[in-house]
């Protein structure tokens, strides 16, 4: 082993070969038949189950968890996939915690809710690995929809349109599909190429094109698909990121979060991926998180998340923020970083402490500084609005006529998997009322 984490710098190969594996492991494996049954026996079956209406995509979680318990795992999946088609993702990525599992009368009762997320696994795992699709596409209507984006909005919106019977041609402009599934959530969540397997498993509908490296704006305009197509559907994230807007952001060692993250996603050896000694991440949400994390899986010595208000006000989720302290991350509430200092590369980050009073958020005299050879910004992303379509902090859910939004690039929601998959699922229930409306 040539580096440890004490080694200086930006370096690969910091920990000894066996502990990537294990690091970048299954976070939580899969329940077996007898751990399901025992905590599917544990729901009460409610009748206005609260945990239903915590979910984004309302499945009904009574039902699943019954069938799971009278042994029909793969009714149980039927039903997750009836309301959501990637449940297979949304069971490793939801924070249930702030979900469906924090509703549960039983977290209210115990503090120890039914375990639905890792239920909703064991049935749609059970029923993917027997390699079964159980939809069938309903006689083709004639309609052709163009989707843009292939991450769980496209995705779920593809689906629903190929199921009622319109073909669909999904235009992505990266090298694979999945969006964020694929480039962009910690590996120790989705391993296995798992994000891949649910695609190619999805597709298995039928009626659905895929394109990929195909870029709305470059490869083909908005106006074309309007006019080649009965409806566009409009699901491409959140491609930009924020600025820091600190001096000294330029120097080599500072990096956005999400292209490391997508970097360490793509990367089948991590042993080979470069990673500081002091890693500095400024940001509070899930990204700052994940970033931190695996920065610390990667063999970093030190990991600190910078917020800059108080922990309350970050978006990575009390669950989330504790897996990160637990991994060894420190975090630092109310300080907001005033300049990236080195020479060339990143040495160091000062900070301000912060107060938020009723002018808003404010920067004290007190200073601080962290040692830093890589710095992580997470501070956000943004719509890049495609040619074509106002500018806008995000786009409406019917942006023109025709053309329909959701998911991340959308307003209104949380920007979470299971949110983006419940508006590409409502918007195809829209776009086929509203073609087949147009045709009746
Ligand atoms: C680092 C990170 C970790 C996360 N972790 C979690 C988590 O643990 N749990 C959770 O619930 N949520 C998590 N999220 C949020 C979640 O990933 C997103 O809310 C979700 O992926 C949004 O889905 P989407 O389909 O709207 O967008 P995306 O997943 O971003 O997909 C959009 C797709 O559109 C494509 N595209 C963009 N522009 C164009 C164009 N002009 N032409 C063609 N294609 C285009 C993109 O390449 C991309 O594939 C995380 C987000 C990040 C950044
Ligand atoms: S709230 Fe909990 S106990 Fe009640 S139905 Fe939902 S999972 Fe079961």
Redesign the pocket.
């Known amino acids: 082993m040539p580096n440890s984490p004490l080694t200086p710098g930006v370096q690969s190969g910091r920990l000894p070969g066996p502990a990537y594996a294990r690091n970048f492991g299954d976070l939580e494996p899969v329940l077996d038949r007898h751990e399901a049954h025992v905590a599917a026996d544990r729901c009460y079956f409610c009748h206005d189950a609260p945990c239903i209406t915590a979910c984004p995509t309302s499945i009904d979680i009574p039902l699943f968890i019954r069938q799971i318990a009278t042994g029909t795992a793969e009714a149980a999946a039927k039903t997750i996939w009836d309301q959501n088609i990637l449940g297979g993702m949304?069971a490793?990525?939801?924070?249930t915690e702030q979900l469906c599992e924090e509703a549960c009368v039983r977290e209210a009762a115990e503090g120890k809710p039914v375990e639905i997320g890792r239920l909703q696994r064991f049935a749609t795992d059970k029923v993917m690995a027997a390699g079964v699709h159980p939809y069938t596409r309903a006689a083709q209507t004639g309609m052709r929809v163009a989707v843009?984006?292939?991450?769980?909005?496209?995705?779920?919106c593809a689906h629903r349109l190929a199921l009622h019977g319109h073909d669909v041609v999904v235009?992505?402009?990266?090298k694979k599909?999945?969006?964020?599934?694929?480039?962009?959530?910690?590996t120790y969540?989705t391993p296995d190429d798992f994000a891949a397997k649910e695609v190619e498993w999805l597709l298995k509908i039928g009626g659905i094109t895929l394109q990929t490296g195909?870029?709305?704006?470059?490869?083909?305009t908005l106006e074309q698909l309007r006019s080649e197509y009965d409806a566009v559907f409009l699901?491409?994230?959140?491609?930009g990121v924020n600025a820091l807007r600190s001096p000294g952001e330029e120097l080599a060692g500072v990096r956005d979060?999400?292209d490391f993250?997508a970097e360490l996603r793509q990367t089948v050896d991590k042993s080979t991926l470069p990673i500081g000694r002091d890693v500095v991440v400024i940001g509070g949400?899930?990204?700052a998180v994940?970033?931190a994390v695996q920065s610390r899986l990667l063999g970093a010595e030190t990991v600190t998340i910078v917020y800059r208000r108080g922990q309350d006000g970050m978006s990575a989720s009390l669950h989330?923020q504790e897996h990160a302290t637990q991994t060894g991350v420190r975090i630092i509430h109310n300080a907001a970083p005033v300049a990236v200092v080195g020479a060339g590369a990143v040495e160091a980050v000062e900070f301000a402490y912060t107060q938020t009073g009723p002018d808003g958020l404010v920067l004290l005299e007190e200073r601080f500084t962290l040692k830093a050879d890589q710095v992580f910004k997470?501070i956000g992303?943004t719509l890049?609005p495609?040619p074509g379509v106002a500018a806008a902090k995000k786009l409406d859910g019917t942006p023109m006529a025709g053309v329909w939004a959701?998911?991340?690039?959308?307003a209104g929601g949380?920007?979470?998997?299971?949110?983006?998959?419940a508006?590409?699922r409502d918007a195809a229930e829209a776009i086929h009322a509203t073609i087949m409306g147009a045709v009746r």
């Open positions: 949304c490793r990525v939801c924070p843009v984006g292939a991450g769980p909005a496209g995705l779920a235009m992505e402009r990266r599909p999945g969006g964020l599934n694929e480039y962009g959530i910690a969540k195909v870029e709305l704006g470059r490869d083909v699901g491409i994230g959140l491609g979060a999400v993250i949400g899930m990204t994940d970033a989330e997470a992303q890049t495609p959701g998911g991340d690039c959308a949380e920007d979470l998997t299971v949110t983006a998959v508006e590409g």
